[in-house]
């Protein structure tokens, strides 16, 4: 594809005024950004005119790929008839009942009622605050803290990443609300206790948990929020059962689960939602976003339970209001994206799709484990992830100045293939419309670009095997 742009100018500009999220700036102010200006299926093409393999899905939610005039037609459809009207009060849009029943159609039993936002950390705010008027609602105003788990990923707005666990995130920012946030341990099967099988590595978590209730008080304790597969914490699986017996915890204790599916949900896991279909387990509140639009609007959802939607929606007093929303909750060019992109994720049966090359992608990506710097891979379908280790036996990191991951995405990117770089992983997030012949370059690029690294890297004195 022939370059029309002037990178070197649109470079400048970027570094003059763009703030960019996740960036280090050193690389930013020294190199530039890449300029990525068109994209078609599961390509992206950059300012130069190169073209890539895009390995990421974007950031995990371009599920049905680039391109998609449908969708394109059906926001500009919807924008020409009516761009926006106020959701508040006793106003709705009709791609926002259409969507919102949609939901509830696709979601885990019981899971009815929907309330929109524009994004992933959205969502799981509104669920803090929702599960704290619920609480409210009941009389039970001692019920408000929260846990989480260690390497959970919830969001970047104040209180969404101050849920998150991932330590590497608070490096110079403030955590709210100490006392109404707790930590569990995350089920890393790979960093599991030495000696430990995963069954009692799961025994382990589940008790940790009750424990964690019990010493808090479940008089004092509203949630648990945990990630089906945990994201941007490292792709972590947790052991099998885990999530059922976490949330049979939950239960005992009148504790609400709360199943951050902001990534898996969208047929990443080669279904809707994975609460119940991969993990045989009902949450009391599924939040969601990315993959829902695909990435071609804005848009999240907290999907909440019959019996949650039941207390909170008891008038408090006559005139008294839900004061809880936002100006483009429910939006019509959202919505109307949402809508197109589960009628092709149906029509082209993606979920199917992904369930059978899934597996091939996960068989692939495991051949990489007779690299001598892969120490472990691990995921589900289209969401995984290659931990890189300086010791295979130890399981030790390498040290910080290696940059072991960003080395390993820009060998790729050299080849035309984008993978995520987060500290010593490289994850793939790709498209659900990839084919096996993309697979095999995804994988074969990436095993060429974790051998040069190796080399480069033994070269400097920071490696040696």
């Not at 570094?15 to 999220?21: G, I, K, L, Q, S």
């Not at 939901?103 to 899971?111: D, E, I, Q, V, Y």
């Not at 008089?219 to 099998?240: K, L, T």
């Not at 992983?425 to 419309?433: A, D, Q, R």
């Amino acid at each position: 594809m022939p370059s029309a742009y002037d990178t070197t100018a649109i470079q400048r500009r970027d570094r003059a005024h763009h703030v960019h999220p996740w960036t280090d700036f050193a690389t930013l102010h020294e190199s530039g950004a890449l300029v990525l200006t068109e994209a078609k299926g599961a390509h992206v093409f950059d300012s130069d005119g190169n073209k890539y393999l895009d390995g990421i899905g974007g950031l995990w939610c371009v599920n049905v790929g680039y391109g998609r005039a449908e969708i394109a037609r059906a926001m500009a459809e919807q924008a020409e008839k009516m761009v926006y009207y106020s959701p508040f009060g006793a106003h709705t849009s009709v791609p926002a009942a259409e969507l919102a029943e949609k939901l509830a159609s696709l979601a885990p039993r019981g899971l009815s009622h929907v309330q929109f936002g524009t994004g992933g950390s959205m969502a799981n705010d509104t669920a803090v605050r929702m599960i704290h008027f619920y609480f409210n609602r009941l009389g039970r105003h001692s019920k408000k803290k929260i846990i989480t788990r260690h390497d959970g990923y919830h969001g970047s707005t104040y209180l969404a990443m101050s849920l998150t666990g991932v330590a590497f995130d608070h490096q110079g920012f403030d955590i709210i609300g100490e006392e109404l946030i707790t930590r569990v341990s995350a089920p890393n099967t790979y960093r599991r206790p030495d000696g430990m099988t995963p069954p009692e590595f799961c025994d382990y978590l589940v008790r940790e948990f009750e424990e964690k209730i019990n010493q808090l008080g479940a008089e004092n304790v509203a949630a648990f929020f945990a990630e089906p597969i945990m994201g941007s914490g490292g792709v972590i699986v947790a052991p099998p059962g885990y999530h059922a017996r976490m949330a049979e915890v939950c239960k005992k204790y009148e504790v609400l689960y709360v199943a951050d599916e902001v990534v898996t949900a969208f047929g990443r896991l080669g279904h809707f939602f994975s609460s119940e279909n991969v993990f045989g387990m009902i949450p009391d509140l599924l939040t969601c976003a990315k993959g829902m639009s695909s990435a071609y609007a804005p848009l999240s959802a907290t999907i909440m339970s019959e019996a949650f939607y039941e207390v909170i929606s008891v008038p408090q007093a006559k005139g008294a209001l839900l004061t809880h929303g936002f100006t483009y909750s429910g939006h019509p060019v959202c919505c109307a994206a949402g809508l197109k992109n589960i009628e092709i994720m149906e029509r082209e049966n993606l979920c199917a799709h992904v369930r059978e090359l899934g597996p091939y992608l996960e068989a692939q990506l495991a051949a990489l484990s007779d690299l001598p710097i892969v120490g472990d891979v691990r995921g589900s379908h289209f969401m995984m992830c290659v931990e890189n280790v300086a010791d295979k036996k130890s399981k030790a990191l390498f040290p910080p100045e290696a940059q072991i991951g960003e080395r390993i995405a820009n060998a790729a990117q050299k080849r035309g293939v984008l993978v995520r770089p987060i500290g010593h992983l490289n994850v793939l997030s790709p498209p659900l419309i990839l084919t096996r012949a993309d697979i095999d370059t995804l994988v074969a690029v990436l095993r060429e670009s974790i051998e040069e690294t190796a080399a480069e890297l033994a070269r400097d004195g920071l490696w040696s095997e």
